[in-house]
């Protein structure tokens, strides 16, 4: 969640750090800082709680200057987001490091430092990490070797820059459990947490592996696996713009990637469905004979992307006749997992760098599944490496935290992979048909997003509503579920989903005449069911938003507002109906004087537990 930056150049880095910092804001933070050495003045730090915009000013008001740095931004784990938690954390005036992660026995070794003199200043856990470092170069210890001998004792998962004044020219990068990318310049390199910092600045890109320690200067760079061995990492061009992270003319970074989604599902499918098939080797080069031996699914994901693995239950299920499983990942990872024959497990992020998710791949692993499978939107994440095989949604990059484009391009590899599955097992005229319903999706999604202004007025209702109700029925569940995730994360109306034929089971206790009720109405099989639910609903003063089909034959009654959907075949109509939620969120959101992109204490790639 946390942002890194380093960098090591001829010229002034401080605002360069600054700069590529701004490019990590989508990450979720609530501090900020730099390092920089100076030659004259040796360590200069400046530090702020709050937005980059305060960092720059401090800077413009207390100039630093220096060709190496680092930089951060911090969302808060241990400790409260102040300025004297921020980062860098540096000791003894000598040695600076920013940090990603979670160090887990923090507690253990910040006493055992007491006991040898050292004074904590922070609630951190990333001080003890410096202090220990601190003590490794104390005792005679090269840099290097100080810093593998600390990262040795820590427990966790983690991503560090550190400078050394006793060494100035380097800075060392470590990677245990969190992603480090060195960006590869002319005269000057550079270290992220993610490439798009680095964009502006370099295209050229190594990733480090699991437990890789580099050291960069603004000439070279080394490369140590956890043994200090010398390696060699590729390196690797990058085909993003530095302006995909812009917004393009959109007032949000939100609203610009909900009306992305017709290219980005277009994109997604570009060669790799056919006349009447999905080509099966597109989820990798052995795809077919392994799904060939598959006899049931387990889902592993969380937030959105669990929400997606909910609607693709229902798919594998009904058209690949395959049992499915859909756990969230942080649940999956701690109970006693009995692994049935002939399992595919199948992940979803987008980042790929979700903890739990991919702490769950890690553990499905060593279980013998018979086969791992990332469904994922970064081609260069641990999810994707450490897969057996890959499917690769072409989202883009995605900067606002609450996911509109990721989602919607998961759910379209998703009934892919339903399609590429049942194309191993069986044959018949029902899947030729979904083909086609693949290839109508972009079509479909661009006459949905014409419902922008009418949802615009629809979302004043909820300005006076603290409280809103999403209802659907089969797999619309899952969708509710969605739209009320969307509508709390980013308007902070209390939002809740329900399987509308659970309501007299409890729910119906919680309506009134100031509920809003969001149903979401497919021309189904459980249409007429879900109609006689809205009326138990109206019979105790809810007010009725419902997004149907427009030859779904509602009728106009008080407390009733349809929002007419543009006709389309039920087998997309998840993705399809993913839109007016997405936009009704983001509307509301507006109204309500949110930030956007950017929703207090959340974070867009949630790399710890």
């Given at each position: 969640?946390?942002?890194?930056?380093?960098?090591?150049?001829?010229?002034?880095?401080?605002?360069i750090l600054v700069e590529c910092l701004r490019r990590l804001?989508?990450?979720?933070?609530?501090?900020?800082?730099?390092?920089?050495?100076?030659?004259?003045?040796?360590?200069?730090?400046?530090?702020?709680?709050?937005?980059?915009?305060?960092?720059?000013?401090?800077?413009?008001?207390?100039?630093?200057?220096?060709?190496?740095?680092?930089?951060?931004?911090?969302?808060?784990?241990?400790?409260?987001?102040?300025?004297?938690?921020?980062?860098?954390?540096?000791?003894?005036?000598?040695?600076?490091?920013?940090?990603?992660?979670?160090?887990?026995?923090?507690?253990?070794?910040?006493?055992?430092?007491?006991?040898?003199?050292?004074?904590?200043?922070?609630?951190?856990?990333?001080?003890?990490?410096?202090?220990?470092?601190?003590?490794?170069?104390?005792?005679?210890?090269?840099?290097?070797?100080?810093?593998?001998?600390?990262?040795?004792?820590?427990?966790?998962?983690?991503?560090?820059?550190?400078?050394?004044?006793?060494?100035?020219?380097?800075?060392?990068?470590?990677?245990?459990?969190?992603?480090?990318?060195?960006?590869?310049?002319?005269?000057?390199?550079?270290?992220?947490?993610?490439?798009?910092?680095?964009?502006?600045?370099?295209?050229?890109?190594?990733?480090?592996?699991?437990?890789?320690?580099?050291?960069?200067?603004?000439?070279?760079?080394?490369?140590?696996?956890?043994?200090?061995?010398?390696?060699?990492?590729?390196?690797?061009?990058?085909?993003?713009?530095?302006?995909?992270?812009?917004?393009?003319?959109?007032?949000?970074?939100?609203q610009k990637e909900i009306f992305e989604q017709p290219k980005?599902?277009?994109?997604?499918?570009?060669?790799?469905?056919?006349?009447?098939?999905?080509?099966?080797?597109?989820?990798?080069?052995?795809?077919?004979?392994?799904?060939?031996?598959?006899?049931?699914?387990?889902?592993?994901?969380?937030?959105?992307?669990?929400?997606?693995?909910?609607?693709?239950?229902?798919?594998?299920?009904?058209?690949?006749?395959?049992?499915?499983?859909?756990?969230?990942?942080?649940?999956?990872?701690?109970?006693?997992?009995?692994?049935?024959?002939?399992?595919?497990?199948?992940?979803?992020?987008?980042?790929?760098?979700?903890?739990?998710?991919?702490?769950?791949?890690?553990?499905?692993?060593?279980?013998?599944?018979?086969?791992?499978?990332?469904?994922?939107?970064?081609?260069?994440?641990?999810?994707?490496?450490?897969?057996?095989?890959?499917?690769?949604?072409?989202?883009?990059?995605?900067?606002?935290?609450?996911?509109?484009?990721?989602?919607?391009?998961?759910?379209?590899?998703?009934?892919?992979?339903?399609?590429?599955?049942?194309?191993?097992?069986?044959?018949?005229?029902?899947?030729?048909?979904?083909?086609?319903?693949?290839?109508?999706?972009?079509?479909?999604?661009?006459?949905?997003?014409?419902?922008?202004?009418?949802?615009?007025?629809?979302?004043?209702?909820?300005?006076?509503?603290?409280?809103?109700?999403?209802?659907?029925?089969?797999?619309?569940?899952?969708?509710?579920?969605?739209?009320?995730?969307?509508?709390?994360?980013?308007?902070?109306?209390?939002?809740?989903?329900?399987?509308?034929?659970?309501?007299?089971?409890?729910?119906?206790?919680?309506?009134?005449?100031?509920?809003?009720?969001?149903?979401?109405?497919?021309?189904?099989?459980?249409?007429?069911?879900?109609?006689?639910?809205?009326?138990?609903?109206?019979?105790?003063?809810?007010?009725?938003?419902?997004?149907?089909?427009?030859?779904?034959?509602?009728?106009?009654?008080?407390?009733?507002?349809?929002?007419?959907?543009?006709?389309?075949?039920?087998?997309?109509?998840?993705?399809?109906?993913?839109?007016?939620?997405?936009?009704?969120?983001?509307?509301?959101?507006?109204?309500?004087?949110?930030?956007?992109?950017?929703?207090?204490?959340?974070?867009?790639?949630?790399?710890?537990?």
């Amino acid at each position: 969640m946390c942002g890194i930056i380093g960098a090591a150049a001829e010229r002034n880095v401080a605002a360069i750090l600054v700069e590529c910092l701004r490019r990590l804001e989508y990450r979720g933070y609530d501090s900020a800082g730099i390092a920089i050495f100076n030659q004259k003045k040796g360590l200069e730090r400046i530090r702020v709680a709050g937005k980059i915009d305060k960092l720059a000013q401090k800077i413009k008001s207390h100039p630093v200057s220096g060709n190496i740095g680092i930089a951060h931004t911090r969302w808060a784990t241990h400790g409260a987001p102040t300025e004297n938690n921020a980062h860098p954390h540096i000791s003894h005036n000598s040695i600076a490091i920013v940090h990603n992660g979670i160090i887990e026995n923090f507690e253990e070794l910040r006493e055992k430092l007491k006991t040898a003199g050292y004074k904590f200043q922070t609630e951190t856990d990333t001080e003890v990490i410096v202090h220990l470092i601190h003590k490794y170069t104390k005792a005679g210890n090269d840099f290097i070797h100080a810093v593998h001998k600390a990262v040795q004792e820590l427990s966790g998962a983690f991503a560090l820059n550190i400078l050394n004044c006793a060494e100035p020219n380097k800075i060392i990068a470590v990677r245990y459990g969190s992603p480090i990318v060195i960006g590869v310049g002319i005269e000057e390199n550079f270290i992220a947490s993610d490439a798009i910092a680095l964009l502006p600045v370099t295209n050229q890109f190594i990733y480090l592996e699991e437990g890789d320690i580099a050291v960069v200067s603004k000439k070279k760079v080394d490369i140590f696996n956890d043994d200090l061995e010398s390696v060699t990492r590729q390196i690797k061009i990058s085909t993003s713009s530095q302006d995909a992270a812009d917004q393009g003319g959109y007032r949000h970074f939100m609203q610009k990637e909900i009306f992305e989604q017709p290219k980005v599902i277009a994109d997604t499918l570009d060669e790799r469905i056919g006349k009447d098939q999905v080509y099966v080797e597109t989820f990798g080069s052995n795809a077919k004979k392994i799904f060939g031996k598959i006899k049931r699914i387990q889902i592993v994901a969380c937030g959105t992307s669990y929400h997606a693995g909910l609607v693709a239950q229902n798919w594998l299920e009904h058209y690949a006749k395959l049992p499915c499983r859909v756990e969230i990942a942080s649940e999956f990872r701690y109970r006693n997992i009995v692994v049935e024959p002939d399992c595919l497990f199948v992940t979803i992020s987008q980042s790929g760098e979700t903890a739990d998710t991919l702490a769950a791949l890690r553990m499905a692993k060593k279980l013998k599944f018979a086969a791992t499978l990332a469904i994922c939107n970064a081609p260069e994440s641990s999810l994707v490496r450490e897969s057996d095989l890959v499917f690769m949604v072409r989202a883009g990059i995605e900067v606002g935290v609450a996911s509109t484009k990721a989602f919607t391009a998961q759910l379209t590899a998703l009934l892919m992979l339903t399609l590429a599955l049942a194309q191993t097992r069986f044959k018949n005229k029902a899947l030729t048909n979904l083909v086609k319903q693949l290839k109508h999706i972009p079509k479909a999604i661009e006459a949905a997003l014409l419902l922008d202004e009418k949802i615009l007025e629809l979302a004043e209702r909820f300005t006076s509503k603290q409280h809103a109700y999403f209802l659907g029925r089969g797999i619309s569940c899952a969708l509710a579920m969605e739209g009320a995730l969307k509508m709390k994360e980013i308007s902070y109306i209390h939002a809740e989903s329900f399987p509308a034929g659970e309501l007299k089971h409890g729910p119906l206790a919680l309506i009134d005449k100031n509920s809003l009720i969001i149903v979401i109405a497919p021309n189904d099989e459980l249409l007429e069911k879900l109609k006689s639910n809205l009326h138990e609903v109206r019979a105790r003063g809810g007010e009725l938003i419902i997004i149907a089909d427009e030859n779904s034959d509602f009728e106009q009654k008080p407390g009733w507002t349809i929002l007419p959907m543009p006709t389309h075949a039920l087998e997309i109509a998840p993705i399809v109906y993913a839109i007016p939620l997405q936009l009704l969120a983001y509307h509301v959101a507006v109204l309500m004087g949110t930030d956007v992109d950017r929703p207090r204490n959340l974070a867009k790639s949630v790399t710890v537990e």
